[in-house]
């Protein structure tokens, strides 16, 4: 059986994973602060054909969307013809966000899904063990809908480690580090 693979078309990036990642895996996309993470996973979704759906907990899409102007990246007209689904999410609300994620990829086919970002996710949920929770559900959302992840965490300057929490990379198929 042959395991289908997904390309990021990330110019650079694809030549250092050639085949892509398996469908369905959850990425760990992680890195200081100002590394490039957002339009890292914003490049995941407009690269693609794919319909998508970006999560922010920190930045309003107002700001997501000029980022991506910046680049040349029209995420309203990609909202407007289904392609992607942008959704601000409020963390102190996250009882109801496996729902929300469930109902964005059936309203719109999605088959990408970028999560930024899990460090301030995490930092309103607080136990290690409910953000673990979280990550495994999330994960497993994924995998039910076929559809291939990225969650972005920060990397706090005062810690050593790839993640904010150490728990995030036990729970995803891959690390990128930038």
Partial sequence: MSIKR??????????LVPEGVPESDLILLTGFAGTGKTVFGLHFLVSSP??????????????????????????????DENKLRLVKYDPFR?????????????????????IDSVSALGMHIGHKNDIRIMMQQLNNLIRKNKCTGIV???????????????????????????
């Fill in 6 to 15: 997904i390309k990021f078309n990330i110019p650079g990036f694809d030549a």
């Fill in 50 to 79: 794919e319909p998508g759906i970006f999560v922010s907990f920190e930045e309003s899409l107002d700001q997501i969307r000029e980022t991506a102007e910046t680049f040349g990246w029209d995420l309203k007209k990609m909202e």
């Fill in 94 to 114: 996250i009882e109801d966000i496996m729902d929300i994620i469930q109902n964005s990829i059936k309203e719109i086919n999605a088959r990408r899904i970028v």
């Fill in 152 to 178: 972005i965490s920060e990397i706090p300057n005062i810690r050593e480690g790839i993640s904010r929490f150490g728990i995030e990379e036990f729970v995803t198929d891959g690390i990128i580090l930038l």
